[in-house]
């Protein structure tokens, strides 16, 4: 069983930084894991902010964070990043860390989730 924790998220206000952590447990993750970031704000659907898989060679970005966001893992930790720059008042939502086996932007491709960080951006 895989097991996902969040943390560093909090309020800041618009052009403000924060980053995110995922540390992952429970196995040994291969070099093609995938480990993602999703969002959802109030009344909206999850959406995909960012993907990585173990090995730092296949990264995808949602084109609204592309410029902001970084997303970086760290083997060794087994824990994933997401330095989050420029923050607009749109990027306010709980923030996701998921696992699976493909980058895909769909949620329901994901079999492991964490509980969640609340972002909050002012303007």
């Known amino acids: 069983q895989v097991q996902l924790v969040e943390s560093g998220g909090g309020s800041v206000q618009a052009g403000g930084s924060l980053r995110l952590s995922c540390a992952a447990s429970?196995?040994?993750?291969?070099?093609?894991?995938?480990m993602g970031w999703f969002r959802q704000a109030p009344g909206k659907e999850r959406e995909f902010v960012a993907g990585?898989?173990?090995?730092?060679?296949?990264?995808r970005y949602t084109d609204s964070v592309k410029g902001r966001f970084t997303i970086a893992g760290d083997n060794a930790k087994n824990t994933v990043y997401l330095q989050m720059n420029s923050l607009k008042p749109e990027d306010t939502a709980v923030y996701f860390c998921?696992?699976?086996?493909?980058?895909?932007?769909?949620?329901?491709?994901?079999?492991?989730w964490g509980q969640g960080t609340q972002v909050t951006v002012s303007s």
């Open positions: 990585i898989n173990w090995s730092g060679d296949l990264i």
């Open positions: 998921s696992s699976g086996a493909s980058l895909s932007t769909v949620a329901g491709r994901y079999d492991y």
């Open positions: 429970g196995r040994t993750f291969s070099s093609y894991t995938i």
